[in-house]
């Protein structure tokens, strides 16, 4: 199964926390840097965080300081820690391998964050 496993969206008000884990399958996971892309509504999906084999790590402006990414090679999975969340937080987050110079979810449903204010 290629479709990576996404979970850990809820809820919250601002100023919570939520951690998303994505199970990937072994083939993505262990050939590919890893990352979380998120969509909200009318909007273009935006990269917010990635990890590479090696454990290094990139994340968007935005999201700097309140989010981190790990990743356990032992289980396929890779997580988002979510600190200090904000509205413009809500949408659908997608775990993403980088293959062939882009970016792809292999079809993953991805999960819902919702930030009240």
């Known amino acids: 199964q290629e479709q990576p496993v996404e979970s850990g969206g809820d809820l919250v008000q601002a100023g919570g926390s939520l951690r998303l884990s994505c199970v990937a399958s072994?083939?993505?996971?262990?050939?590919?840097?890893m990352g979380w892309v998120r969509q909200a509504p009318g909007k273009q999906r935006e990269l917010v965080a990635s990890?590479?084999?090696?454990?290094?790590?990139n994340y968007a402006d935005s999201v700097k300081g309140r989010f981190t990414i790990s990743r356990d090679n032992a289980k396929n999975t890779v997580n988002l820690q979510m600190n200090s969340l904000k509205p413009e937080d809500t949408a659908v987050y997608y775990c993403?391998?980088?293959?062939?110079?882009?970016?792809?979810?292999?079809g993953g449903q991805g999960t819902q964050v919702t930030v009240s204010s």
């Open positions: 993403n391998a980088y293959v062939g110079g882009r970016w792809t979810d292999y």
């Open positions: 072994r083939t993505i996971f262990r050939a590919n840097t």
């Open positions: 990890i590479t084999l090696s454990g290094g790590t």
